[in-house]
């Protein structure tokens, strides 16, 4: 689905710029802004079809705001970036709502990849996809992860 | 001073010999204050500089020509506290010290030093004023205390590596979008991008880990599943390159540990025999072996411990090279190009969080690495 309206919340300039940028290649329009409360207006006046959001920003955690947003419009779905390399706040992410988390740095590709899929299936949860090593529950060697880490892992509804 | 607590009485006598020889050719003590690391400013009973050594130059940013003769409230900010503090020292006190004074250079960059000044004996008014400024460290752990996020070591690194990786998206993410419309020859140059900014990702990624001092969990975990995952890992990113062979025990026990640590362990052991591989590509042998008679004294460790759980990765490559043997477990020893230097010193800290230990025998053609751990019984070590 092209053509879709994306909300992009993340106090870093850079980042924007390159969010901004690679999707509206993709055909979307973009809005960007550098705190969360911006983002909760656009969501609460009913605004865009997919949210991604950074997790520490001036005002307000991006996880706190999660709960709100899924009440709101449990339709929206919500990506979830950080620089945070825990495992904990990507579980924490998910059992929030989240569709996915993209620990930073990600690749662009990557990035397209999961709004295509958010924006095509908003309302239906994918499996588990990570069937590789089972041992490691909500680990995810061969998936998008950050781009430099040997702890490759991402979790996905 | 501490090594001639151990030394014999025979380089004692010569150590000896040395400093007599040394006391005939004794710097004066100009030479001695030029010598100091911080910045030291002489200030007579007039506030005039009446001497700075090259440490002061640098720090007030003009030479020794200029700052002598000023007035000291010419060099610090009128308000500065250093003044209450040479204020005290005329007072009658011998010598204050102050930590955390923040001072603003000539530039205005604001700097943090601990300042110490003290009387001149014999020179009425004549204090001795000495500087050191704040290590990075110490400004960080200060700003971090300021945002609530604690003073640990571990909490640095989390901040540094959290405070990094943002910056590093927005520069990998730009050099993606340039590649996307890039010529051949300019689309090597955004992968360059890309992967250096990879490898400052890595890299703060272990520091983090490397002061990482959460408790972790720890469970029986089978060594043979780790290996085999490691395998799986390096098999996947070095391709044919290299063969690897297992010698297993299967008999063996589990290890009493965290497994994700282990795998950190065996993968950063298994990718160093991967890199070490000559071109025409290597084979690296996988072992498991269970030592009954082994004893070892560990470093810290209340005597001689048992540690009859044996893993060994070995490889055929060139070895270890001869002036890093001493300080391979160091942080930062790396004989390679792009290495952070950092893979076995978080090895050898993890196994010795586990009570174990780490060894090597390494000569051109081969090279062991062997983890030894101890036993556990009913979830504790024995
Ligand atoms: N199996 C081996 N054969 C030859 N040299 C080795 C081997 N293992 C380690 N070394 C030497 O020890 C050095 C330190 O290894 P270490 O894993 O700590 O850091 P590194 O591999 O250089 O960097 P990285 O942090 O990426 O692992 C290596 O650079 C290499 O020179
Ligand atoms: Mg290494």
Redesign the pocket.
Known sequence: MSGATILVADDDRAIRTVLNQALARQGHDVRTTGNAATLWRWVANGEGNLVITDVVMPDENGLDLLPRIKRLRPELPIVVMSAHSTLLTAIKATELGAYEYLPKPFDINDLVVVVDRALAAPRAPAAASCSASPSARGRCPTGPGSTCSHRRWRIRR | MTAGVTAGAATAAARKRKHQAARDSAPDSDAIVRALPDPVVLVDGDDIVRYVNPAAEQFFEAGAGILRDRRLDQLVQFDSPLLALVAKVRDGLAAVTEYGVDMLSPHRRARTVDAQVTAIPDAAGWVLVGLRERTIAQKLDRQLSYLGAGRSVAGIAAALAHEVKNPLSGIRGAAQLLEQNASLADRELTRLITEETDRIC?LVD?MEMFSNDHPVERTPVNIHEVLDHVRRLVQSSFGGNVRFVERYDPSLPPVFGNRDQLVQVLL??V???A??MPEGGGEIILATKFEPGLRLSLAGGNGRQRLPLVVS?R?N?????ED?KAH??DPF????A??????????AKIVAEHGGGIE?D?EPGR?E?RVLLPLHSDGEAV
Do not use: H, I, Y
């Not at chain 2, 792009?338 to 090895?347: K, M, P, V």
């Open positions: 890595r272990r950063n052991m990718k160093n025999a890199e070490a990765v490889d490559g060139g070895g270890v090279p890093l391979l477990f020893v790396s004989g390679k792009g290495g952070t230097g950092l893979g076995l010193s978080l090895a090597f390494s090279t690495f």
